[in-house]
């Protein structure tokens, strides 16, 4: 901070998209803070699955950004800050029936559009995945795409020691005035030139006009195994189904089973219409297992060992929310990723620390920011009036 | 529809006296136990055809008899896993299925606790507790040479019960100095004070050694032995043994027992609060009727008190003072690569990497304390003492946050046979003692 102790820019908000940010901000040799009501990856960012996964995301702007963003992270993980979080990994869709075998050449399609970040290495039937359930037909296996904890990439980026931390600490409001924004914590007041606001599903209650709502999701951990480890994720083609067409709210979800580092498994998810992260209930773990195991049937030897709901912040037309907030000239929001955070927020940062040192997004990339501005919900709005 | 059952989970004083209550009420009572048989930790029975050790029977058979013949079923060998926020309960086992209970009755008992100490984890090393369940289902002494240490009333009985059984232990060393505070022992209720004496007067005769105010600080293995390092604070020896038993005092066993906002949940006996047989069994009388009354009126159970509750918890204050010791200060001073958390092999080091003050979810996510199948059971309270400024204070009731479950690890295969709650019968008849 500057002699007059107004920061460069403050970030709210230490889940894995502010905590990108603020590692950017500092890189740029940009006095930064970072502020948390609570702490470090205490919300979505600490209690969810952290697919790096170009395959599930919605063909547009959400699949080319998870595509830049797959590649940067292959990149921070050189050495970088997510040397420790970021694990490559192969991944494995498979399919049943008519309609998952159309949403697999769907898929295809799409990658093969995307470039070649995530290359397709093989095409068949169930002898592709030796151990894969009999009563799957097809299955594909995908190279590029990998696995990293959200937390594990917090953690990563804040080892930066140039960023001043605040937690626990509440933002209770920004006041922009002439060329400085004050953010107020409780009794404490900070000082900056410019905000980025990454609240997650607490958006509405700093910036009531912007449609997120929660959509939580349970996951569940089993314990460790020696036999029948999976050497990849596999996911279910109702998945790819589920994702990239509306943003449906899946009373029986599909499955995916996600290999951790650790030789456990994590199965998830659920998408529940609320925020409660308390609401996790045996007859959703039985379904989700029953599915996981016809899936991976390896895994009925194991024991679950731990269960738990994150809260994803959903936006009501399924397009995360990247631009200056509404209202304000010098608070940048980026909030809204839903199911995706991890996956985008290598980007999302560097590209939000960009916008916030005055310069504009990478040519590349910037049509599809241009998409993610919350000036589209202003239109709306004044339409309707 | 069928008139759904209370589910009581622990079938120990606690459990089976709040049954009865709740029986004789006219509520359909399911009570679940792990174990094969009734009983829990005091009135452990022994496996079918050993001989056994029997504590204080006459008790325990006139709450068995007056159960027995009440409608109550009961389900053994089976595990209760959880409830969730919806109030549905899932029993592996023998009885695998997920059930809607009217309501909830925790009697889960105690747990051990045994201050991590390098060598811990050694095999040979095992828990005073686990020692005396053996013994009391095989009715036989652990074999070999045998040290019993750590702190604790426990120790004593336990060497008593193995110098009866004819493998007296090689030492009993304990952190304390009871022996030291004889005006508030004499304040202790006429049955411990009793207890005790029988059991003092078989140690003395078999001449076993009682090291007081000594510490084990450290164990390691040297071909099939264990040696153990005593320390007083002095002068500090080694004393081989081929088993050492660790018990640092009983904590209530409640992880992994959430609340729930779906059904009325109480917890009886130890699993509420540590306060040994008397008090559970009055505890579980007067919370089965506390239970019963607020089904009854549709209020909320309130936790059972008396003057007999009063008392057993000023005899444990004072037994707690008796034993008083510096000895979890340790903690501070163990080698840095002490396994604290057994499930995931983390060591002190680990702890210390996260810096001076740690927030619950570092702990797990980054520490990964409390992630492994115990759910922080263990090593929770010594996490919190070892980042504590002063590792003797009382620690928080959850210090790696709030109980979730699983209560127990669930077998993915019990869990695809376990049936959701159809609001049927249940699959036996009330009445049946299988
Ligand atoms: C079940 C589940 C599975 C998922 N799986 C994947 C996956 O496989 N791949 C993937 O890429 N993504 C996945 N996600 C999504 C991903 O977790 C999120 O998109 C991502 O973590 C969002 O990060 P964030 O930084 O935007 O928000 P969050 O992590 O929610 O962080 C927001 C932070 O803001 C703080 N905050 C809020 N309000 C204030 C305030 N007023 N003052 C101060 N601080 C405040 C909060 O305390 C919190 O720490 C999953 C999510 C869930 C729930």
New binding site residues.
Partial sequence: MNAEGIYDAVV???????ASSAWHLAQAGLSVAL????GP?????G???????VASKKPGPLARLATASLLYTRDLAQGGPLSSAYHPRPSYIFGTGSAESAAIDALIAKLAQLGTAVRLRADGDATLLPGVGTGIDRVVALEGEGHMP?YAAVQGYLREPRIDRFWP???TALEESGSEVRIVLGTQTLRAKRVIA?????TP??FPTLPVLPRA?Q?FVTDRGLAGQLPGALTSAAYLLAKTTAPSVLPKPPVVIDPLATGQYLI??TREDHGDPTRVDFETLRELMLRAVEAWPALRARRVIRAFA????AVSDGLPIVGSAPGYERVLLA?G????????SAVIGREAARMTAGLSPDAALAADFAALSPARFAQVQEGAA | MFNPEILIVGAGLAGVAAATELARAGHPVLIVDRAARAGGAIHRQPLPGQAGVATAAARWNRLIAEAEALPIRWAFETRFNGVDHQGTALLTGAENRMLRPKALILTTGAREAVRPRPGWTLPGVTTAGAAQIQLKTMGAAPQGRVVLAGSGPLLIALGAQMTRLKNPPVAIVEAGRPFAHPLTSLRLPLGYLREAAGYMATLLAARVPILTGTRLAAIRAEGETLVSTLTDGNTSREIVADMVCLHDGIRRNDIGLTDCPALSVLRLGDCAEALGARAALEAGRAGGRAMAQALATGTTPTAPNSPLLDRERAAQARLARIYAHDDFAALHSLPSDTVICRCEGRTLDDLRALGPAPRTRELRLLGRFGMGPCQGRFCGEWVARAISDTPQAPVPAHPLGEPRWPAAPIAVADLHAAAPDTGAAPPHPHGVHE
């Fill in positions: 709210i908000g230490a889940g894995v998209v502010g502020v948390d009501a609570e990856a205490a919300a979505a960012s209690a969810s699955d952290g697919a790096v996964s959200g600490a509440p933002v990454a609240l997650g599903t607490a209650r700093l999701g996951l998830g998810s994150g809260v994803r912040a909030t990723f839903e199911g995706d955070g991890i996956c985008l």
